[in-house]
């Protein structure tokens, strides 16, 4: 555990809003008092993340996740808690008290800090390098590929000059280990001390979200070897998350809701310098999962310009159907004689290229155009295949009304001169893909998580609440809803505290949940200045380690408040958990009396007193 006096986290904790925080990451919506957007911790279409700048946490519907902004950063980012700490003080510009760190921990942050200063230093050395003589060819190159200076520096191009050049101007600042651990330098083959992974080559600073470099691409000029190369997996350069030019691209992407996916840094680089910059590359044409949820995040329209003739098809085509299937809008942008966005916009100028993107194809009619004959006669062979390959394409439209439309379009495309064919054609797809849905959802089935129904049935739109505001039925329920909503109204206004106590003494709750959050509320309220720094929620976080007791105090804590008269709503509250705490009172005092009765012992009198006065009381309260 890190050592950070609670004065401090408060310090960091309101110096960091938590909805500009999860901004960076998630696409989040204005509803009423709270943000909406789709969970970044499980892979949703509807939106059921919620943020509530009132009491800085955040919470899903979904998947229950909760937390405040250090636990989101800690999750998102895979962060321990004094990183998180240390991450958002950074961010807000605060400086870090000097205090003391376990030897672990203090080990593991300094790594993580050389790792990162190194490669940033690596981006440096190369990116000046490109401006000696040793660098011409690599400055001649991209001049000649139309970047003007301002650009190059942007994003830091560069260039590794002559092999070992690197290890030289690091190894006294970094051990070997650390430069090998980020994908630097590697042990030479003879043995004798380390060299240089990249030489002679342009070099692409690859960073992540926040704008850090993880690892670099390096393009060669001339000579053997691959064109591009790559850092090689490393604890910070993980490739299924990267997206080349995300940190440059994310504003535009959710500015304008439509994300551009290219295949070449240059791709990324050259429409940004012309003023396209909602623009990234996935380090290959095969989406992530990773990456598909990432992209979802930040935009709903996915404009995909990837050269559909050479990028591995059957890969890429599953991988933008992921993208489709999460809910994007995928359309596919076709540039002539097989050109990539650079070359286009260098020969066509960027207005020629906005207007492509205009004209994209949404992805299923796309997969369809190419499952269809390309000539008008097809011979009645070919018609079969491509009712095959077109019922293949419309099996991955979810929605039936879409889908049904398609066949309609499809089989008269497919008629052509002969419309009495269409018919014929539709039942023809219709029974194919029949076939197809049924095996669909034996074979390969759909994604389940969002919802508690058995297999067979498609994935309902939206994810259930596992725990719906049901209508109680039996007097404990109506209890335990009643502890619910008394806490949630005490979270809102505290001084009903002392309402609560008046009437139900100083252990008003049965749930042990609620025992606990109310307990720390009152710790709190008990404290000298209870409301300085931050919201009553935040702090309460703090306070509840047990993920479960968290995970009730968001839920609560999301809960919207209905009432306009919360005294009011609180007296009915307290009278019902008096209720039913009493009713399970005279349970115990009969049972009690029936064993003494059974055993033929007196019984106390004060028993029988409690008892009777208990069920007049009931009673009453019943008529
Ligand atoms: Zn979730």
Same mark, same amino acid.
């Given at each position: 555990?890190?050592?950070?006096?609670?004065?401090? @986290?408060?310090?960091?904790?309101?110096?960091?809003?938590?909805?500009?925080?999860?901004?960076?990451? =998630?696409?989040?919506?204005?509803?009423? *008092?709270?943000?909406? +957007?789709?969970?970044?911790?499980?892979?949703?279409?509807?939106?059921?993340?919620?943020?509530?700048?009132?009491?800085?946490?955040?919470?899903?519907?979904?998947? @229950?996740?909760?937390?405040?902004?250090?636990?989101?950063?800690?999750?998102?980012?895979?962060?321990?808690?004094?990183?998180?700490?240390?991450?958002?003080?950074?961010?807000?510009?605060?400086? $870090?008290?000097?205090?003391?760190?376990?030897?672990?921990?203090?080990?593991?942050?300094?790594?993580?800090?050389?790792?990162?200063?190194?490669?940033?230093?690596?981006?440096?050395?190369?990116?000046?390098?490109?401006?000696?003589?040793?660098?011409?060819?690599?400055?001649?190159?991209?001049?000649?590929?139309?970047?003007?200076?301002?650009?190059?520096?942007?994003?830091?191009? %560069?260039?590794?000059? +002559?092999?070992?050049?690197?290890?030289?101007?690091?190894?006294?600042?970094?051990?070997?280990?650390?430069?090998?651990?980020?994908?630097?330098? &590697?042990?030479?083959?003879?043995?004798?001390?380390?060299?240089?992974?990249?030489?002679?080559?342009?070099?692409?600073? /690859?960073?992540?979200?926040?704008?850090?470099?993880?690892?670099? +691409?390096?393009?060669?000029?001339?000579?053997?070897?691959?064109?591009?190369?790559?850092?090689?997996?490393?604890?910070?350069? =993980?490739?299924?998350?990267?997206?080349?030019?995300?940190?440059?691209?994310?504003?535009?992407?959710?500015?304008?809701?439509?994300?551009?996916?290219?295949? %070449?840094?240059?791709?990324?680089?050259?429409?940004?310098?012309?003023?396209?910059?909602?623009?990234?590359?996935?380090? +290959?044409?095969?989406?992530?999962?990773?990456?598909?949820?990432?992209?979802?995040?930040?935009?709903?329209?996915?404009?995909?310009?990837?050269?559909?003739?050479?990028?591995?098809?059957?890969?890429?085509?599953?991988?933008?159907?992921?993208?489709?299937?999460?809910?994007?809008?995928?359309?596919?942008?076709?540039?002539?004689?097989?050109?990539?966005?650079?070359?286009?916009?260098?020969?066509?100028?960027?207005?020629?290229?906005?207007?492509? /993107?205009?004209?994209?194809?949404?992805?299923?009619?796309?997969?369809?155009?190419?499952?269809?004959?390309?000539?008008?006669?097809?011979?009645?062979?070919?018609?079969?295949?491509?009712?095959?390959?077109?019922?293949? =394409?419309?099996?991955?439209?979810?929605?039936?009304? &879409?889908?049904?439309?398609?066949?309609?379009?499809?089989?008269?495309?497919?008629?052509?001169?002969?419309?009495?064919?269409?018919?014929?054609?539709?039942?023809?797809?219709?029974?194919?893909?029949?076939?197809?849905?049924?095996?669909?959802?034996?074979?390969? $089935?759909?994604?389940?998580?969002?919802? *508690?129904?058995?297999?067979? $049935?498609?994935?309902?739109?939206?994810?259930?609440?596992?725990?719906?505001?049901? &209508?109680?039925?039996?007097?404990?329920?109506?209890?335990?809803?009643?502890?619910?909503?008394?806490?949630?109204?005490?979270?809102?206004?505290?001084? $009903?505290?002392?309402?609560?106590?008046?009437?139900?003494?100083?252990?008003?709750?049965?749930?042990?949940?609620?025992?606990?959050?109310?307990?720390?509320?009152?710790?709190?309220?008990?404290?000298?200045?209870?409301?300085?720094?931050?919201?009553?929620?935040?702090?309460?976080?703090?306070?509840?380690?047990?993920?479960?007791?968290?995970?009730?105090?968001?839920?609560?804590?999301?809960?919207?408040?209905?009432?306009?008269?919360?005294?009011?709503?609180?007296?009915?509250?307290?009278? @019902?958990?008096?209720?039913?705490?009493?009713?399970?009172?005279?349970?115990?005092?009969?049972?009690?009396?029936?064993?003494?009765?059974?055993?033929?012992?007196?019984?106390?009198?004060?028993?029988? *007193?409690?008892?009777?006065?208990?069920?007049?009381?009931?009673?009453?309260?019943?008529?």
């Amino acid at each position: 555990m890190a050592r950070f006096d609670e004065a401090f @986290k408060e310090e960091v904790r309101a110096r960091n809003d938590i909805v500009e925080v999860i901004s960076a990451y =998630v696409k989040l919506e204005r509803k009423g *008092n709270r943000y909406v +957007g789709l969970c970044p911790f499980h892979s949703e279409k509807t939106p059921s993340f919620h943020v509530v700048p009132d009491g800085q946490f955040y919470y899903c519907f979904g998947c @229950k996740a909760s937390g405040d902004v250090f636990t989101f950063l800690m999750e998102r980012e895979h962060l321990t808690f004094y990183e998180a700490v240390v991450q958002l003080a950074k961010r807000a510009g605060i400086p $870090l008290p000097r205090e003391e760190r376990t030897p672990e921990e203090e080990r593991a942050y300094r790594e993580r800090r050389d790792m990162y200063a190194a490669l940033d230093l690596a981006a440096r050395f190369y990116h000046h390098q490109l401006f000696t003589p040793a660098g011409k060819p690599g400055l001649d190159y991209l001049l000649g590929r139309g970047l003007t200076e301002e650009t190059i520096r942007r994003f830091r191009l %560069g260039w590794a000059p +002559g092999r070992g050049m690197l290890y030289r101007a690091l190894r006294d600042r970094f051990p070997p280990q650390i430069l090998q651990k980020v994908g630097l330098i &590697v042990p030479r083959r003879d043995g004798q001390g380390f060299t240089d992974v990249f030489y002679e080559r342009v070099m692409f600073p /690859i960073t992540d979200l926040s704008g850090r470099v993880i690892g670099f +691409g390096g393009r060669i000029l001339s000579g053997d070897g691959a064109k591009y190369k790559n850092t090689a997996e490393t604890p910070l350069f =993980v490739k299924r998350h990267v997206l080349f030019g995300l940190d440059q691209a994310k504003e535009e992407m959710r500015a304008r809701n439509q994300a551009i996916l290219v295949e %070449g840094y240059m791709d990324v680089i050259t429409p940004h310098q012309a003023g396209i910059r909602n623009v990234v590359a996935p380090l +290959g044409t095969a989406l992530t999962d990773e990456q598909c949820r990432i992209i979802r995040q930040q935009a709903q329209q996915v404009i995909v310009a990837f050269d559909m003739d050479t990028a591995g098809q059957l890969a890429t085509l599953r991988g933008l159907q992921k993208l489709y299937d999460s809910g994007c809008d995928v359309r596919v942008l076709q540039l002539p004689e097989g050109k990539d966005p650079d070359e286009f916009i260098r020969t066509h100028g960027a207005p020629a290229f906005v207007e492509r /993107i205009e004209q994209a194809v949404p992805l299923i009619e796309f997969r369809l155009s190419r499952a269809l004959p390309s000539h008008r006669r097809p011979t009645p062979e070919e018609m079969a295949k491509a009712v095959e390959a077109v019922a293949q =394409v419309l099996v991955d439209v979810r929605n039936e009304v &879409v889908r049904e439309a398609y066949v309609d379009q499809v089989a008269e495309r497919l008629a052509g001169d002969d419309p009495l064919l269409k018919p014929d054609l539709k039942r023809a797809i219709d029974r194919q893909l029949n076939r197809l849905l049924r095996r669909g959802f034996q074979h390969n $089935l759909p994604d389940f998580r969002n919802n *508690n129904r058995g297999p067979g $049935l498609p994935a309902s739109p939206g994810p259930t609440r596992p725990r719906p505001v049901d &209508v109680p039925v039996t007097m404990a329920e109506l209890a335990h809803r009643s502890e619910r909503i008394l806490l949630r109204l005490m979270l809102e206004h505290p001084g $009903l505290l002392r309402l609560v106590e008046a009437e139900l003494g100083e252990d008003p709750f049965a749930d042990p949940c609620h025992r606990q959050i109310y307990a720390a509320g009152r710790a709190l309220l008990a404290e000298a200045d209870p409301l300085a720094g931050g919201s009553v929620i935040a702090r309460l976080f703090d306070r509840l380690p047990d993920p479960e007791v968290r995970r009730v105090l968001s839920e609560l804590a999301a809960e919207p408040m209905l009432t306009t008269d919360p005294e009011k709503e609180a007296a009915d509250c307290i009278e @019902k958990i008096r209720k039913h705490r009493d009713s399970r009172r005279l349970e115990e005092l009969e049972n009690q009396i029936r064993v003494a009765a059974a055993a033929k012992q007196r019984v106390d009198p004060a028993i029988w *007193n409690e008892y009777v006065a208990l069920a007049r009381k009931l009673k009453s309260s019943r008529s």
